[in-house]
């Protein structure tokens, strides 16, 4: 006689099963980035513009200028049209459940304390005392407002329009799919480290500092590709604000 094993009727699993998928989906990084993004936004005309913007919120619009398309609102109308597009073109539902963005705001405060501990952890192998290390360049007081779009704006660059189409190009030239998002990884993450230590408002360079950032880039990739975009947006926009404003 053959038994066979009954799906789980605990209602704690099901309901985290859902959080699990439900957060990942292009749709829900949409809800949950676009209250961070408006308020951004409203802060960058409200308290300074320059003095606000985050490094890569200024890149992209840099890039949009050189191929003729200066429109001020157009970098956020496509941020939020990519997430729709994803969204659409990956079929999935068009739901989401109630507390699901409570949720992820908790798990992205967690992940950023994670984060800090990282930090933490990587000064007790170095045997140096530690210092917050900032992934953004804003240093104003309204960093709070710059940290917001940091989170959004980089993870916008450097893993959703550099990591995915990196990973997806060396799998079209042949390289297997594990080592194609490797490779991704690892170079995504350098390119992130050094861009705080390019510019007039970059860093200096301290090898400690880059390898964090390094580390935080790796960080950061996996949330992007195991948890979606928007836990991967707001836990770096958490880390910023945590150890940038309640240091």
């Given at each position: 006689?053959?038994?066979?094993?009954?799906?789980?009727?605990?209602?704690?699993?099901?309901?985290?099963?859902?959080?699990?998928?439900?957060?990942?989906?292009?749709?829900?990084?949409?809800?949950?980035?676009?209250?961070?993004?408006?308020?951004?936004?409203?802060?960058?005309?409200?308290?300074?513009?320059?003095?606000?913007?985050?490094?890569?919120?200024?890149?992209?619009?840099?890039?949009?200028?050189?191929?003729?398309?200066?429109?001020?609102?157009?970098?956020?109308?496509?941020?939020?049209?990519?997430?729709?597009?994803?969204?659409?073109?990956?079929?999935?539902?068009?739901?989401?459940?109630?507390?699901?963005?409570?949720?992820?705001?908790?798990?992205?405060?967690?992940?950023a304390l994670g984060l800090r501990?990282?930090?933490?952890?990587?000064?007790?192998?170095?045997?140096?005392?530690?210092?917050?290390?900032?992934?953004?360049?804003?240093?104003?007081?309204?960093?709070?407002?710059?940290?917001?779009?940091?989170?959004?704006?980089?993870?916008?660059?450097?893993?959703?329009?550099?990591?995915?189409?990196?990973?997806?190009?060396?799998?079209?030239?042949?390289?297997?799919?594990?080592?194609?998002?490797?490779?991704?990884?690892?170079?995504?993450?350098?390119?992130?480290?050094?861009?705080?230590?390019?510019?007039?408002?970059?860093?200096?360079?301290?090898?400690?500092?880059?390898?964090?950032?390094?580390?935080?880039?790796?960080?950061?990739?996996?949330?992007?590709?195991?948890?979606?975009?928007?836990?991967?947006?707001?836990?770096?926009?958490?880390?910023?604000?945590?150890?940038?404003?309640?240091?």
């Open positions: 006689m053959t038994t066979t094993s009954a799906p789980s009727h605990n209602p704690i699993a099901r309901v985290a099963e859902a959080y699990w998928v439900q957060s990942r989906r292009p749709l829900a990084s949409l809800v949950f980035v676009a209250p961070l993004l408006a308020v951004y936004e409203a802060g960058v005309l409200l308290l300074g513009g320059e003095q606000v913007r985050a490094g890569a919120d200024n890149w992209l619009r840099q890039l949009l200028d050189l191929i003729g398309f200066g429109q001020y609102f157009l970098l956020p109308t496509l941020t939020v049209s990519a997430l729709l597009a994803w969204h659409y073109l990956s079929r999935e539902p068009w739901q989401l459940s109630r507390g699901l963005i409570p949720a992820m705001a908790a798990e992205c405060v967690a992940l501990l990282i930090l933490q952890v990587q000064g007790l192998l170095f045997a140096q005392m530690v210092q917050p290390v900032s992934l953004s360049v804003t240093t104003t007081m309204s960093r709070a407002v710059g940290f917001l779009g940091a989170g959004i704006y980089e993870e916008l660059l450097f893993r959703l329009l550099l990591l995915a189409p990196m990973a997806w190009g060396l799998h079209r030239l042949g390289v297997k799919p594990a080592l194609s998002s490797v490779v991704a990884v690892v170079a995504t993450s350098l390119l992130f480290s050094a861009a705080h230590h390019v510019g007039p408002g970059g860093y200096e360079f301290v090898w400690f500092d880059f390898f964090f950032r390094f580390l935080a880039g790796v960080f950061f990739a996996i949330l992007f590709v195991y948890r979606g975009f928007g836990i991967a947006a707001g836990s770096h926009a958490g880390y910023d604000i945590l150890v940038g404003v309640f240091r």
